[in-house]
């Protein structure tokens, strides 16, 4: 049965689709079956995953509000075990047409469950805010990760989106847990990117995972190509990242085997 795996964030730019995509295809390259499923009305997964959202038939959207099975709806992609349930600008128009429905917070939930015996892992890019589709992932999800961009403002807004997953905890989703903040955007050449490290690592002690994402043009590049990392630059230091990440969160949840000088590869400093 898939492990639901929510990935928010309220602040714009800090990595979060880019994190939901290549998660998602780094765990589909270490053989593990998995679905991304895109909740941002703007649509980048998709678009990142090689679809033009405006040429998809049917998204996320028609599931959620249309009761439309996600099964019918699902996409496969040219990665190796990655599939995508597509987003769509009419999303924007959930957080609305949701309101008056029945258990409206659980809506993600019922499209998802049915898919859980199909996937190893389900991973779910959520939009830049708190709002009603963000809930409904987090009340789907089985865990977070929360990207923390290496930059100044890294921890403002954090102490809202904790509340608000505390909230989801306590009301409608008393098994969510926080699989982990990911450090993002890092760049070792600066002063300031190391000391908001230390800062987070401070204040979140073992919720950091060890996995730091560095900055690199490749994982820029992708996307206009509709590529994930592993397809666009498979030797590139974002491809390592996220391949370490996978093979941390593999290990975190006892799904893995391997040895203990395989459980990461090294990272080789370079201009980025």
């Given at each position: 049965?898939a ?18 995509i ?14 991304l ?5 703007q649509?980048?997964a ?39 349930l ?8 959930a957080?609305?047409?949701?309101i008056?429905?029945?258990?409206r ?5 019922k499209?998802?469950?049915p898919?859980?015996d199909?996937?190893?892992?389900i ?5 830049p805010?708190l709002?009603?589709v963000?809930?409904?992932?987090l ?15 890294a921890?403002?807004?954090l ?9 989801v905890?306590?009301?409608l ?5 926080i699989?982990?903040?990911l ?6 050449r ?7 490290v230390e800062e ?8 950091v995972f060890?996995?730091?994402i560095?900055r690199?043009?490749?994982l820029g ?13 498979a ?6 990242n ?6 941390e ?11 203990e ?6 990272i080789v400093?370079?201009?980025?």
């Open positions: 049965m492990k639901i795996i929510a990935i928010v964030n309220q602040k714009g730019g800090v990595g979060k689709t880019t994190s939901a290549n998660l998602a295809a780094c765990l589909g390259a270490l053989e593990r079956r998995t679905l499923v895109d909740a941002d009305p649509a980048n998709t678009s990142g995953t090689g679809f033009d959202p405006r040429n998809v038939k049917a998204s996320i959207y028609e599931s959620i509000i249309n009761g439309a099975p996600a099964q019918d709806v699902v996409l496969t992609t040219d990665n190796p075990n990655l599939d995508l597509p987003g769509h600008i009419d999303l924007v128009g957080e609305i047409e949701m008056d429905m029945p258990e917070e659980r809506q993600m939930k499209v998802l469950d898919l859980r199909n996937y190893d892992f991973i779910i890019d959520c939009s805010s709002g009603l963000t809930v409904n992932s009340v789907a999800a089985d865990s977070v990760i929360v990207p923390v961009q290496c930059e100044y403002f921890l403002e807004g102490g809202k989106l904790l509340n608000t997953i505390k909230i905890q306590q009301r989703n008393p098994e969510l847990v699989e982990g903040m450090l993002t955007m890092y760049d070792s600066l002063r300031l990117a190391n000391q908001v987070v690592k401070t204040h979140f002690q073992q919720l060890d996995t730091v560095h690199n043009v490749a590049e992708a996307p206009s190509h509709g590529q994930t990392i592993i397809m666009h630059d030797s590139s230091k974002g491809a390592t996220y391949l370490n990440l996978a093979r969160i593999l290990q975190k949840n006892d799904m893995t085997r391997i040895r000088q395989e459980r990461t590869i090294p400093e370079e201009e980025a």
